[in-house]
């Protein structure tokens, strides 16, 4: 599933990956002369994501400043805490939202595994709770996201008809946006 997911979501760097063996050069990130006063963009999604999975099973995002502290990602001072405590903000308003929708209690992963013709399709699906598999994003949703959860909710019903849902943010207030699967 994962590598059906991989494909359709740039089926161009699946080729050069997978066909191929090429495995192209990421750019490097210069390194910073100066004191960070702000998150990096990557940081801020990275840790968003993080205290948010940590949120929806129950740990209080505010109880996470000495490990973000600790990682280094976090400006100095007061302004760390000020940035960390935006984004504990966003996190539990995120959190709260999902929650209305979705029963919390994660559900151990689902094991797919189904014959198709002359081909296998087989593997595992993290993100389930309650009995709906469930994706989310802090951020903007991109099309790579719609593609995961589509294939995702697709194998799934091949052995058992069940919703997914996939959070994420929209608009230019940034709205939270839902979108609802189901056969």
Same mark, same amino acid.
């Given at each position: 599933?994962?590598?059906?997911?991989?494909?359709?979501?740039?089926?161009?760097?699946?080729?050069?990956?997978?066909?191929?063996?090429?495995?192209?050069?990421?750019?490097?990130?210069?390194?910073?002369?100066?004191?960070?006063?702000?998150?990096?963009? !990557? #940081?801020?999604?990275?840790?968003?994501?993080? @205290?948010?999975?940590?949120?929806?099973? *129950? /740990?209080?995002? %505010?109880?996470? !400043? #000495?490990?973000?502290?600790?990682?280094?990602? @976090?400006?100095?001072?007061?302004?760390? *805490? /000020?940035?960390? %405590?935006?984004?504990?903000?966003?996190?539990?308003?995120?959190?709260?939202?999902?929650?209305?929708?979705?029963?919390?209690?994660?559900?151990?992963?689902?094991?797919?595994?189904?014959?198709?013709?002359?081909?296998?399709?087989?593997?595992?699906?993290?993100?389930?709770?309650?009995?709906?598999?469930?994706?989310?994003?802090?951020?903007?949703?991109?099309?790579?996201?719609?593609?995961?959860?589509?294939?995702?909710?697709?194998?799934?019903?091949?052995?058992?008809?069940?919703?997914?849902?996939?959070?994420?943010?929209?608009?230019?207030?940034?709205?939270?946006?839902?979108?609802?699967?189901?056969?």
């Amino acid at each position: 599933i994962g590598r059906l997911i991989e494909f359709f979501s740039h089926p161009a760097k699946f080729f050069v990956r997978r066909r191929l063996g090429i495995e192209l050069p990421r750019d490097r990130e210069k390194t910073e002369d100066r004191e960070p006063f702000d998150l990096h963009s !990557l #940081d801020r999604y990275s840790l968003e994501q993080q @205290l948010l999975d940590d949120a929806l099973d *129950g /740990v209080e995002p %505010g109880s996470a !400043l #000495d490990w973000v502290r600790a990682s280094g990602v @976090l400006p100095s001072g007061g302004t760390g *805490g /000020v940035i960390f %405590g935006e984004l504990c903000g966003n996190v539990t308003e995120f959190a709260d939202t999902i929650r209305q929708q979705v029963a919390a209690q994660a559900q151990p992963a689902s094991v797919i595994s189904a014959e198709i013709e002359n081909f296998t399709l087989s593997g595992r699906l993290d993100r389930i709770r309650g009995d709906t598999l469930l994706h989310y994003r802090l951020t903007r949703l991109k099309t790579k996201d719609f593609v995961r959860i589509w294939i995702e909710h697709l194998a799934r019903n091949l052995t058992e008809q069940k919703p997914a849902l996939l959070f994420g943010k929209e608009g230019e207030g940034n709205e939270v946006w839902v979108a609802v699967i189901d056969l």
